[in-house]
């Protein structure tokens, strides 16, 4: 499975209107090569370099496994997203208080439909994928707050 994205590549900079310096909106997500048995797919965009551990920017389960590409600025119709830590139920972009990050945009296959409900956290998020992934991708950006 691979996930790309139109707007950077993989260890490149994210562009400032997909941050919360800019408009703070997901960027388009292509995904390829999604294994025939999955039931389900996640996204899960964190940020592993934030100063009290991983920062979680973005959620968003039971997406179709059929799609192939996340639009940007919004999730998939048929999808849940849950909670970021910045306490939203939405794509939070990046916003480093120092230097530059890593983010991360994972993709996962499922091979279930998860029963979980919309602002489900992130430990509820990981509790409900465990023995149902089929296969992960990722994508990582960088991206430093502008002067």
């Given at each position: 499975m691979k996930i790309t994205s139109p707007v950077f590549k993989d260890g490149e900079k994210i562009p400032k209107e997909y941050t919360r310096e800019g408009q703070d909106k997901s960027p388009p997500l292509h995904l390829e090569e999604v294994p025939e048995r999955a039931k389900s797919l996640a996204v899960i965009v964190e940020d592993p370099d934030?100063?009290?551990?991983?920062?979680?920017?973005?959620?968003?389960f039971n997406i179709d496994p059929r799609t192939r590409d996340i639009r940007e600025g919004g999730a998939p119709v048929m999808s849940t997203q849950g909670s970021n830590d910045w306490g939203e139920v939405q794509y939070g972009g990046p916003r480093p208080p120092s230097g530059e990050h890593r983010y991360f945009f994972k993709a996962v296959a499922l091979d279930a439909f998860l029963p979980l409900a919309r602002g489900a956290s992130r430990e509820a998020l990981e509790q409900a994928m465990r023995g149902h992934v089929v296969e992960e991708a990722a994508l990582m950006g960088r991206y430093a707050r502008q002067a």
């Open positions: 934030a100063p009290k551990g991983t920062f979680i920017h973005w959620l968003v």
